[in-house]
């Protein structure tokens, strides 16, 4: 099993509609968890970090956590073709210490 | 403020042939970090700085690679000799601190390896 497992898509939505993003991890002593958006040919740029369990909203971007399922989503709203990129969820072990990276998820925003 | 600064952008290598890559973090980050991102994947970290210090290197092939943080600012990083399954985006990466993931960590534009 993957220490942080995504779907890798591609995941495609018409522009408007909401991107639901998911990734499961491994270590359940896992306290820091990060969504990165990376553009082709780019490099990875945080765009949303939680630690606590529930809801954390930033503009169009609300990231979901549940430590009792291991799992961490990301949601996407009003979704704009800018948006079509990879997705990267990052779990940090549970000592802290180490990031580990999802393979990604793409996702493609239709016009 | 500049972010993490890296060079060359891109390199091109005969295999056997070492090669070195370079890293500036943003001014003011202990902690410095460098990555191997193959196509399709999520970033894979090979080291990890605290200042001068190499506090996790367990994922670094140091049969082949070697890295060093030299009055814990810029880096370097160096294969020598390069294989044909090196071929990737080399990653460097800083933040403020690394205890509890607190910190968000910054990303330089990666130096694409073809090795050939």
């Known amino acids: 099993q993957k220490e942080v497992e995504q779907n890798s898509g591609p995941l495609s939505v018409p522009e408007g509609a909401i991107a639901s993003l998911n990734c499961t991890y491994s270590?359940?002593?896992?306290?820091?968890f990060f969504w990165y958006r990376q553009y082709s040919g780019k490099s990875p740029e945080l765009i949303m970090f939680?630690?606590?369990?529930g809801d954390k909203e930033d503009g169009r971007f609300t990231a979901q956590l549940n430590k009792a399922s291991q799992y961490v989503s990301l949601l996407i709203r009003d979704s704009q073709p800018s948006d079509s990129a990879t997705y990267l969820c990052?779990?940090?072990?549970?000592?802290?210490?180490?990031?580990?990276f999802g393979a990604g998820t793409r996702l493609f925003v239709k016009a | 403020e500049a972010g993490v600064v890296q060079s060359p952008r891109y390199k091109i290598i005969e295999k056997k042939q070492p090669v070195a890559f370079w890293c500036n973090p943003i001014?003011?980050?202990?902690?410095l970090y460098w990555y191997r991102q193959n196509l399709g994947q999520g970033p894979e970290l090979l080291i990890r700085?605290?200042?001068?210090?190499?506090?996790?290197d367990s994922q670094l092939p140091k049969d082949r690679f070697s890295a060093e943080r030299l009055k814990g600012v810029d880096s370097t990083l160096k294969i020598q000799p390069a294989e044909l399954g090196d071929s990737a985006v080399y990653l460097c990466?800083?933040?403020?601190?690394?205890?509890?993931?607190?910190?968000?960590?910054?990303f330089g534009p990666g130096t694409r390896l073809t090795v050939l």
């Open positions: 990466a800083s933040s403020l601190g690394s205890s509890g993931g607190a910190s968000a960590t910054d």
């Open positions: 270590d359940r002593g896992s306290q820091s």
């Open positions: 939680i630690y606590s369990n």
């Open positions: 990052a779990v940090n072990s549970s000592g802290g210490f180490k990031t580990i």
């Open positions: 001014s003011g980050h202990n902690t």
């Open positions: 700085y605290e200042n001068e210090e190499a506090v996790d």
